[in-house]
C-alpha cells in the first residue's frame, strides 16, 4: 500500500478520473468505519422517534406523513449497508473502488436523513376520518375503553401477547377488526408486518400454518413439519409483526406452529381473541376482558339496527326497555333481535316478542344456552320453514367459510328449498331470501356475491338442530377419515365432511341412515375409494356431492339410490366409471364438469325429470342421439364446446323448450340456423351458441365463459337486441354468440364482405 501515494502523483498526468479511483481504492476500510459511526447514531435516532411515536399515537391519531417516510428512509439505507457488507466477502481489486465510491455516497445519504430526523413538533396529528365508523369493518358501539387498553398495550415494550376474552357475540371479532385497520392505516412503519388469520375450534398445527403462510403471500410450504416451522420461523423473525389469531379455543405451542415468542427485543406483537380465560392465562397473555355493554350502549346499538321511529311510539318504550334489557347487554344478540323487529310499530306484537324472549331466556341454565336461545327467538320469528331450512344449511359450511351466494343459491335449489318454478324465479326467491336473513342480521354480508355466518350463529344453528342429532358437521377440520359406524346417528338428516383430507372410505363402514337426505363430502381431494358397502342403508339420500376429489369410479350401489334428486361429481377429473343410472327417476341435477368420463353413463335417457345437465368434460368422447329428446325437462344444459367430439343435433336441441341456460356447439351451419330459428321470442337467461367445423380449435374462459380465440382476420359484429345470428362466408372457422352482453365474436380468414344478419 505504501506505493500507492506514489504512483497516484506519477499518474496525476493521465487525469483526475485515474486518482479519484485510486483515492476511492485507498480509503475504502476508513470510509466503512465512518458509516458505520454514523449509522449508528442514525439507529439510535430512530429508536427515539420510535419511542415518541408510541407515546403519543393514541387511537384517532395518525402518524405524520414526513415522520412515515423518513422511517423508510432508515429502513432503505440499512438494507443498503447490509448489501455493502455482503459484497466486502467478496471484495476483489477491480471492484474495491467501485464499492468504496459507493460506501462514499451512502455516508452522503446517512448525514442528510440524520438532519431530516430532527422533528421538534409532534409526530402524530389528530386524523378527521376516525370520527364515526372510519373503517370497513362492523359496527362498534361503546368497548372504548377496551380498545384503548389494547392499543396502549401494542404500543408498549412491556406487553409482548395480548389475549382479548369474554363470551361468544361479545364482540372480540369486530374490536379486533376496527384495531386491525387501525394498525394498517396508521403504523407501518412502526411494524412492518400487519397478519389477521382465523383460528378454527377443532386445532388443525398443519392448516394453522397453512393460513399463517397464505397470510404472509408465502408460496408453497414443505411438507416436512420441521422445514414448515422453519420457514416461518425465519419469515416472521425478518421483521417486526402484529400477528391477530382469532378464535381461540384451545392452548397451542407458538413454536410448534413457527410463531416467534413476542419480546420486547424483537419488539412484535400477538393477539388472540378467546371465549375462555384460562386459555389466553395458559398463553401467557396479558389478559384484556371484554364486557357486556351497558344499558345506554344497548340502547343506541339496537335501534340503530331495529330504527329510531320506535321511540314516535310512546307506548312502545317501556317494553323496548325491557327487550334491551333481555338481550344481556351482548352485541349480537342484540343486532339480532333488533334485526327481527325491524318496521314494526304495533304494540301488541312487542309484547308478544318480549313474552316470547323471556320465554327462551329462562328456559335454559347456563350463559351459553341463554346466549342460543337469545338468537334462537329470532330464528322462531322468521316463520317460515323453508327460510328457516335455508339458514341452518349455512351451518353445514365450515367456520368463517366465505359462501357464495350463487352456489348456496344453488344447493338451496336441489334440496327443494326454494319449491318449483323456472331457475330464474328460483334464483329470485334464493336471492331474496338472503336478502331477508341479511337484513335480520342472522348472516353476514361479505362482499357483493358472498355471505358470511357468525361462528355463534353457527352454533346456535346447530344448538337447533340438537348438537348433531340431527346434523353430523365436521367440516373443514382435518380429518383424515369418517367417523365410526356407531357415531352415524338413526336420525341423522343431514351430514358434512366437506373439506377435510379423507382419502379412504372403507368397506366396514356402513352407517344405517335410513333418513339421511344431504351428504356432502366435496373437496376432500385426496379420498380416491368408496366402498361398495357405504350407501347401503341410505335409502333416502337425496343430495350427494363428491365433487373435487380424486375417486376414480363410483360404487355400483350408487346405482340403489331411488331417491337421488341431485349427483355433483364436479371436477372428479380422474372419474372414469359411473354405474348405471336408469333406476334414479327422481334425479333432477347430475353434474359431472371436469370429470374423466368418455362415455354418458348408462340409463341418462331414462332420465326423464332432470332439469339439470352439465356435461363440460373435455374426455367425452360421444353422445348417442337417442338421449336429448326424452330430456324434455331440461332447463340448464351445458356441454363442451371447445372441440367437436360431442356433435349437436339442432332439430334435437330445438325441442327443448324449456332451456334457460345453454352451451353448446354446432359443427353444421344447418343445425345452428335450426336452433337459433327455435329460440326466437324465448328468454334464455344466459347461452354461448358456437358454430365451428371440426379442425377448429379454441379456448373458453372458465369465469366470464367467453370464447378467447386466436386466428388473423378477427372481425367483430354487435348486435344491438336479442337476435340470432347467421354467418355465410367459407372463409369463417367458428362463431359465437354471448347472451349476456349481446356480442358475436368471429374468427377466421374474413373478408370485409362477410354477412352477419338477422334471422
Known amino acids: 500500500m505504501e506505493l500507492v501515494g506514489p504512483i497516484c502523483e506519477v499518474l496525476k498526468c493521465l487525469g483526475d478520473p485515474t486518482c479519484t479511483y485510486i483515492e476511492h481504492h485507498r480509503k475504502l476500510k476508513d470510509r466503512m468505519n465512518d458509516l458505520q459511526a454514523r449509522l449508528d447514531r442514525l439507529n439510535a435516532m430512530k429508536r427515539d422517534v420510535e419511542l415518541r411515536i408510541k407515546a403519543e399515537l393514541r387511537w384517532g391519531r395518525l402518524l405524520r406523513e414526513e415522520v412515515e417516510n423518513w422511517l423508510l428512509d432508515v429502513q432503505t439505507v440499512n438494507d443498503t449497508k447490509r448489501d455493502i457488507d455482503e459484497r466486502m466477502q467478496n471484495e476483489s481489486c477491480f471492484s474495491r473502488a467501485r464499492l468504496?465510491?459507493?460506501?462514499?455516497?451512502?455516508?452522503?445519504?446517512?448525514?442528510?436523513?440524520?438532519?431530516?430526523?430532527?422533528?421538534?413538533?409532534?409526530?402524530?396529528?389528530?386524523?378527521?376520518?376516525?370520527?364515526?365508523?372510519?373503517?370497513?369493518?362492523?359496527?362498534?358501539?361503546?368497548?372504548?375503553?377496551?380498545?384503548?387498553?389494547?392499543?396502549?398495550?401494542?404500543?408498549?415494550?412491556?406487553?409482548?401477547?395480548?389475549?382479548v376474552c369474554g363470551m361468544g357475540g361479545i364482540g372480540k371479532t369486530t374490536i379486533m377488526k376496527h384495531i386491525y385497520y387501525q394498525l394498517l392505516e396508521k403504523t407501518k412503519p412502526l411494524f412492518g408486518k400487519i397478519i389477521w388469520v382465523t383460528v378454527s375450534k377443532e386445532l388443525n398445527i398443519p392448516k394453522l400454518q397453512e393460513n399463517l403462510a397464505n397470510a404472509m403471500n408465502i408460496i408453497g410450504l414443505p411438507e416436512s413439519e420441521p422445514e414448515r416451522v422453519a420457514v416461518l420461523m425465519d419469515k416472521l423473525s425478518q421483521r417486526r409483526y402484529v400477528l391477530i389469531l382469532d378464535y381461540v379455543w384451545k392452548k397451542f405451542s407458538l413454536t410448534e406452529v413457527g410463531i416467534p415468542k413476542p419480546t420486547s427485543s424483537n419488539g412484535s406483537k400477538l393477539v388472540l381473541t378467546s371465549r375462555s380465560v384460562d386459555v389466553c392465562r395458559s398463553m401467557d397473555c396479558k389478559v384484556v376482558k371484554v364486557p357486556p355493554l351497558s344499558n345506554e350502549e344497548s340502547m343506541n346499538l339496537f335501534?340503530?339496527?331495529?330504527?329510531?321511529?320506535?321511540?314516535?311510539?310512546?307506548?312502545?318504550?317501556?317494553?323496548?326497555?325491557?327487550?334491551?334489557?333481555?338481550?344481556?347487554?351482548?352485541?349480537?344478540?342484540?343486532?339480532?333481535?333488533?334485526?327481527?323487529?325491524?318496521?314494526?310499530?304495533?304494540?301488541?306484537?312487542?309484547?308478544?316478542?318480549?313474552?316470547?324472549?323471556?320465554?327462551?331466556?329462562?328456559?335454559?341454565?347456563?350463559?351459553?344456552?341463554?346466549?342460543?336461545?337469545?338468537?334462537?327467538?329470532?330464528?322462531?320469528?322468521?316463520?317460515?320453514?323453508?327460510?328457516?331450512?335455508c339458514f341452518l344449511y349455512c351451518s353445514l359450511y365450515p367456520e368463517d367459510y366465505i359462501i357464495p351466494r350463487e352456489e348456496l343459491i344453488e344447493y338451496w335449489i336441489d334440496e327443494k328449498f326454494l319449491g318449483t318454478g323456472s331457475r330464474q324465479e328460483l334464483n329470485d326467491r334464493g336471492h331474496t331470501i338472503l336478502n331477508r336473513l341479511e337484513n335480520n342480521c342472522l348472516l353476514e354480508k361479505d362482499g357483493r356475491d358472498t355471505v358470511k355466518m357468525h361462528d355463534v350463529m353457527r352454533d346456535t344453528a346447530l344448538y337447533i338442530k340438537g348438537f348433531g342429532s340431527c346434523f353430523m358437521v365436521k367440516s373443514g377440520i382435518g380429518l383424515k377419515e369418517l367417523p365410526s359406524k356407531q357415531e352415524w346417528g338413526e336420525d341423522l338428516e343431514k351430514v358434512s365432511f366437506m373439506m377435510n383430507n379423507v382419502s379412504e372410505i372403507p368397506l366396514h363402514l356402513s352407517p344405517n341412515c335410513e333418513i339421511l337426505w344431504t351428504l356432502l363430502l366435496q373437496n376432500n381431494k385426496s379420498l380416491e375409494r368408496i366402498s361398495e358397502s357405504f350407501f347401503q342403508h341410505m335409502h333416502s339420500l337425496s343430495i350427494l356431492d363428491l365433487s373435487y376429489t380424486s375417486i376414480k369410479q363410483l360404487p355400483n350401489s350408487v346405482s340403489n339410490l331411488e331417491m337421488l334428486n341431485a349427483l355433483v361429481l364436479r371436477g372428479c377429473k380422474e372419474l372414469r366409471y359411473v354405474p348405471s343410472l336408469e333406476k334414479l327417476k327422481a334425479l333432477r341435477k347430475l353434474d359431472l364438469r371436469g370429470t374423466g368420463i368418455e362415455k354418458v353413463p348408462k340409463g341418462l335417457e331414462m332420465l326423464v325429470n332432470l332439469t339439470y345437465l352439465n356435461l363440460c368434460t373435455q374426455s367425452l368422447k360421444e353422445m348417442p342421439v337417442v338421449i336429448l329428446p326424452r330430456l324434455s325437462c331440461l332447463q340448464c344444459l351445458v356441454?363442451?364446446?371447445?372441440?367437436?367430439?360431442?356433435?349437436?343435433?339442432?332439430?334435437?336441441?330445438?325441442?327443448?323448450?324449456?332451456?334457460?341456460?345453454?352451451?353448446?356447439?354446432?359443427?353444421?351451419?344447418?343445425?345452428?340456423?335450426?336452433?337459433?330459428?327455435?329460440?326466437?321470442?324465448?328468454?334464455?337467461?344466459?347461452?354461448?351458441?358456437?358454430?365451428?367445423?371440426?379442425?377448429?380449435?379454441?379456448?373458453v374462459n372458465e369465469e366470464t365463459r367467453k370464447l378467447k380465440l386466436k386466428c388473423g382476420g378477427v372481425r367483430d359484429g354487435r348486435v344491438s337486441e336479442l337476435s340470432k345470428i347467421i354467418v355465410a362466408n367459407k372463409g369463417v372457422e367458428s362463431v359465437s354468440f354471448y347472451r349476456e352482453n349481446d356480442e358475436v365474436e368471429v374468427v377466421g380468414r374474413v373478408d370485409p364482405a362477410v354477412i352477419l344478419r338477422k334471422l
Not at 308 to 325: A, D
Open 100 to 163: 468504496a465510491k459507493r460506501v462514499a455516497q451512502t455516508v452522503e445519504q446517512v448525514e442528510g436523513i440524520i438532519e431530516r430526523g430532527r422533528f421538534p413538533e409532534a409526530l402524530v396529528i389528530d386524523n378527521p376520518s376516525t370520527a364515526g365508523a372510519p373503517f370497513q369493518a362492523d359496527h362498534l358501539e361503546g368497548e372504548t375503553m377496551v380498545i384503548e387498553d389494547i392499543w396502549n398495550y401494542l404500543m408498549s415494550d412491556e406487553i409482548g401477547v395480548i389475549g
Open 303 to 389: 335501534l340503530d339496527t331495529a330504527g329510531h321511529g320506535v321511540l314516535k311510539v310512546p307506548s312502545l318504550q317501556e317494553i323496548l326497555g325491557n327487550i334491551v334489557r333481555e338481550c344481556g347487554g351482548l352485541p349480537l344478540a342484540i343486532a339480532v333481535i333488533a334485526g327481527s323487529m325491524k318496521g314494526i310499530y304495533d304494540v301488541a306484537e312487542w309484547r308478544n316478542a318480549l313474552r316470547e324472549l323471556r320465554e327462551h331466556v329462562r328456559s335454559v341454565k347456563g350463559e351459553t344456552e341463554k346466549i342460543y336461545e337469545r338468537l334462537k327467538f329470532s330464528f322462531d320469528r322468521l316463520g317460515d320453514l323453508k327460510i328457516q331450512s
Open 639 to 699: 356441454l363442451y364446446v371447445e372441440s367437436s367430439s360431442v356433435e349437436m343435433n339442432g332439430f334435437d336441441a330445438a325441442r327443448l323448450t324449456k332451456l334457460e341456460i345453454f352451451e353448446g356447439r354446432f359443427t353444421e351451419l344447418i343445425d345452428f340456423n335450426a336452433y337459433t330459428k327455435s329460440i326466437q321470442g324465448q328468454e334464455l337467461t344466459s347461452y354461448l351458441l358456437v358454430m365451428a367445423p371440426l379442425k377448429a380449435k379454441f379456448k
